[in-house]
């Protein structure tokens, strides 16, 4: 799935894409309706802040996503919770492809489309505590060691998430490797702003529907971790405090 991160560098001065821009083979079907549908839900990449509600046209919950794969659980999820508002991030064309068919087949008219690096949409184009909640559901494990610097959820990137969110709004991960989802949770449990939901893992929220590919994984035995935390009540004022410091 599309997804970035940022070394000790800050990402607000530039970071390390976690993603390999490999095409793939994109169906006529996927061409088609991004050619159709791009022009009324996807939303162009500028430096500039973009104002949720107007992009939607109403005052909802707002709900990111980054590295929606090919958008079939992204558009579950909107067709179950017409209520909310659901901004999707991927990089990769046949995906988007994928979502923007689903969107015309369901009759979406709560889900928008960036095509572009998360990082950046996040630093320029999403302002801060005006988002609702964050979805990350299995990010690229990198599996080898030598990759793990690639791997979305360091530091940097979960710092900059939690900025986005709301006081008491939500940012849900999940993955389906072990050593990944314990890296997640020590990431995500050292974040200043964020409080875990749960003990540890949390059971999966009712709001992700399980894939078939998940569905296969857990018949043959293999785990998947959902990580479920909040933004602090209190965190404003910390954070204003926070941003002060920096250089």
């Known amino acids: 799935m599309g997804g970035q991160q940022a070394d000790s560098a800050a990402v607000r001065a530039g970071h390390i894409r976690s993603f390999v821009r490999r095409q793939g083979r994109v169906s006529n079907a996927q061409q088609r309706y991004r050619e159709a549908m791009m022009d009324s839900i996807g939303v162009p990449y500028a ?40 901004l999707g991030i991927e990089v990769h064309t046949p995906g988007v492809g994928s979502l923007c068919k689903l969107v015309a087949e369901l009759g979406l008219s709560n889900q928008r489309i960036i095509q572009h ?10 302002a801060p505590a005006t988002l609702a909640g964050v979805h990350v559901f299995f990010p690229d494990p990198w599996p080898k060691k030598r990759h793990h610097k690639r791997r979305l959820l360091q530091p940097p990137l979960v ?73 602090r009540r209190d965190s404003l004022e910390a954070e204003d405090h926070r941003q002060d410091q920096l250089p």
């Open 159 to 231: 710092g900059l998430l939690a900025s986005r969110l709301q006081p008491d709004g939500y940012l849900h991960c999940a993955t389906d490797w072990q050593d990944y989802a314990q890296q997640m949770l020590a990431v995500l449990s050292s974040e200043a702003l964020l409080e875990n939901a749960a003990t540890d893992f949390a059971p999966r929220p009712s709001h992700r529907p399980q894939t078939r590919f998940e569905q296969r994984g857990l018949r043959l035995g293999h785990g998947v971790w959902d990580l479920l935390f909040r933004r």
């Open 47 to 86: 430096a500039t802040r973009v104002d949720l509600d107007l992009l939607f046209g109403r005052a909802a919950p707002k709900i990111l996503e980054i590295g929606f794969g090919m958008g079939e659980t992204s558009a579950a999820i909107a067709a179950a919770h017409p209520e909310n508002d659901y």
């Open 117 to 126: 690096d998360a990082v950046e949409v996040l630093r320029e184009m999403i």
